[in-house]
Nanobody, 121 residues
Framework: QVQLVESGGGLVQPGGSLRLSCAASGSIFSINDMGWYRQAPGKQRELVAG???????NYADSVKGRFTISRDNAKNTVYLQMNSPKPEDTAVYYC???????????????WGQGTQVTVSS
């Protein structure tokens, strides 16, 4: 079995910074795409940032230039550095990873439990 465990959420002031982490553990052969999604009350879950196994990244327009996604393949961990957050970034943030558990096996989609990020003064 595989688990994704997130950490780093909390309360942050507008213009401050916060770093989210998500570590994958369990029966892992390889991790392909990893990403961060968020869901605000009354809204659909949306992609914030993604990173593939080669390190190529993509971002939602609303966070470009403020957030940075990175990964440490040796630690099976993905990070989201949030700089200059705004109140509209307030949401539950979810980690996502596409994981193979064996060579040439299928790829499964896994989610973390979510971590609350509140941007407020």
């Amino acid at each position: 079995q595989v688990q994704l465990v997130e950490s780093g959420g909390g309360l942050v002031q507008p213009g401050g910074s916060l770093r989210l982490s998500c570590a994958a553990s369990g029966s892992i052969f390889s991790i392909n795409d990893m990403g961060w999604y968020r869901q605000a009350p009354g809204k659909q879950r949306e992609l914030v940032a993604g990173i593939n196994s080669g390190g190529s990244t993509n971002y939602a327009d609303s966070v470009k230039g403020r957030f940075t996604i990175s990964r440490d393949n040796a630690k099976n961990t993905v990070y989201l550095q949030m700089n200059s957050p705004k109140p509209e970034d307030t949401a539950v943030y979810y980690c996502n990873a596409k994981i193979q558990m064996r060579h040439s096996g299928p790829t499964y989609n896994y989610w973390g439990q979510g971590t609350q990020v509140t941007v407020s003064s």
